[in-house]
């Protein structure tokens, strides 16, 4: 079966959705790193990085458009020791 995911980022402009799939995530038991409750991509890190050290699994809610974008979440997983199995980019 499929590892168990433990960061998923959304992706995509605002107003398409992603805080309504955040809101499924959370109902679930996952935590949301929103940038729109933190404020900047520093917060939103932090705290991605203290609920993956915390084996929570984690969503990040914000435009993440680009690679670049991305691989910051990617990079705190990978500085975790997260395989890639366990993350995904949803759009």
């Known amino acids: 079966g ?3 995911l ?3 980022v959304l992706v995509g402009p605002p107003g398409c959705g ?5 809101d499924m995530f959370r109902a679930a ?3 949301i790193v929103s940038q ?7 917060e939103c890190e932090g705290a991605c990085w203290e ?3 915390a084996s ?3 969503v990040v809610d914000r435009t993440n458009i680009d690679e670049v974008q991305r691989s910051h979440w990617i ?3 990978r500085n975790l020791r997260l395989s890639g199995k366990k993350i995904v980019a949803l759009s």
């Not at 992603?18 to 955040?22: E, L, N, Q």
């Open 56 to 58: 929570q699994r984690v």
């Open 36 to 42: 729109d409750e933190l404020g900047n991509r520093q």
């Open 6 to 8: 433990r960061l998923v």
């Open 2 to 4: 499929m590892p168990p």
């Open 18 to 22: 992603k805080s309504s799939a955040a």
């Open 75 to 77: 990079g705190i997983a």
């Open 51 to 53: 609920a993956l050290k």
């Open 29 to 31: 038991g996952w935590i």
